[in-house]
């Protein structure tokens, strides 16, 4: 194994190369062409695609909440302009939209991983 990088910032490689798109395969190979024996570069890779899946979950739940949030607040905010029995009311189409948009990335992020 190298000595020049300890295991921490190797797993910290992986875990970057992953999150940016590159293959486990593509991962594995470079942490062997640096002296990791295959079977350690395997497990972990292994272990950073789980962690990099559990982080794009969790940031996808978060962002399904908070666009969910959005979208409660248009609607909450026409449908009190509209009960207001006046002669204009407030359609906030931009929080909607943008809320709804939101939350539907977030729950594909949180499905996918």
Do not use: C
């Not at 990791?36 to 962690?51: D, I």
């Amino acid at each position: 194994m190298t000595n020049e990088m300890p295991l921490q910032a190797l797993y910290n490689e992986a875990l970057m190369g992953l999150a940016q798109g590159k293959s486990e395969m593509d991962m594995i190979a470079a942490l062997t062409f640096k002296g990791v024996p295959e079977v350690n570069a395997k497990m972990m890779v292994g272990a950073a695609h789980k962690e990099k899946r559990a982080a794009f979950r969790k940031a996808g739940v978060e962002a399904a909440v908070k666009g969910f949030g959005l979208l409660a607040l248009g609607v909450l905010i026409t449908a009190g302009t509209a009960s207001m029995k006046g002669s204009f009311f407030i359609i906030a189409w931009g929080p909607m939209v943008f809320g709804g948009w939101m939350m539907l990335k977030g729950l594909f992020r949180a499905l996918v991983g």
